[in-house]
């Protein structure tokens, strides 16, 4: 067993770390957090380094599919900004990934490319207002009309609506009864005639900001369809068999990048900030608080280069990928509370970003499959005897 980081995998670390020291300095940071902006320049500037290439094959223009090298700018790009983290993850994992799994050889060799550049960014058009953790009950709906489809319905906390390319929508393509088997992906562009986006004022997350989406006879072309012709009634197949598994690795990635970042602030704090004549570091409920998140981030780290590296290899990793999103998840949520308390008042003030981390940690554990739902399907999974 070899638990060195590959070497390429080091290169893109600090590769993006460069990038995050020269181009996203915490001041511009706060103020993507504070204005709720996507910082598109600097976006642009990622994808010339080739990052958005990382889940895209080279026959399409990209690097080669690489899913621990993917995590790994999630992570780093989580430490300072999810305003750039979130629209990496709507290029690279819900355009690149999806893509490469899921279209028809049309659409890779159209969209693929562009996804490398970074000049394709899908939302995810999942949730809608009476469907949540039930994702397979979505009631939009898509009919075919000639070389057209027209979909109508509606879509909630659809996140980065308003700067995406196409919305990744999943329609209801017959009757509701048939649950699985009626279901589709669609792309529809943000621009198009009959789509409305009314932003949802969120405490986190700030920079792909989350809307409502309606959709009132929209029509695109059927090409729009994911996968082709052949993607009719295929959605369940595509939410389950592609991205799913990496998807919950990806918010996990978030959660690793968040509380380094709550991590490595608190380990500076300590050795700054002096009460009763010394630094606050020499307090024994201080330097507690600093072993266990260590501790933490050691054992959540391993999981995600273990989780990472089974999806690589496409081995089954269904039961890994959600102890892994689960265990980072509430991990992380823990650490930047843990950095929070060590900041004192501090750490309530918006003038430090622990405040930030804190608010952007609380997210994880309730998207890409909430907590509870990662605890259903782990102990299903577990083979239990049934009775
Ligand atoms: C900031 C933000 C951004 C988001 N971005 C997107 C996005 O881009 N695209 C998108 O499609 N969605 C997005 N979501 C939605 C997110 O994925 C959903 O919140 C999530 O699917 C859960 O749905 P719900 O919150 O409606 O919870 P519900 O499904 O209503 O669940 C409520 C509570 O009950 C629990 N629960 C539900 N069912 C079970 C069960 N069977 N067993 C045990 N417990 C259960 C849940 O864990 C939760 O605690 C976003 C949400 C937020 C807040």
Redesign the pocket.
Known sequence: MNFDEPEHITMVRDTVRRFVEAEMPRELARKWDKENHFPRDVFAKLAGLGMMGLTVEEDYGGAGRDIPATMVVIEELARRSLAVAVPYIMSACYAGMNLQECASEEQKRDLLPRVAAGELLF?????EPDV????ASVKTTCVRDGDELVINGS?R????AGICDYIYTLVRTGPADARYRNLSFVLIPPTAPGVSITPID?M??KGAP?TDVAFTDVRVPVANLMGGEAGWNRGWDYVVGSGLDVEKLEVAAIALGLASAAYDDAWEYVQERRQFGRIIAANQSIRHLLADMRTALHGCRLMMAHAAWLAQEGRPCRLETSMTKLHLCEMGKKIALDAQTIFGAYGYAKDFDVERYVRDSL?MP???G????QR?NIVNWMGLPKG
């Open positions: 939302a995810y058009g999942w949730t949540g953790a039930d994702v879509k906390f659809c996140s980065g969120c986190g997350m989350t997210l309730i998207i890409g909430s907590a509870a739902i259903n």
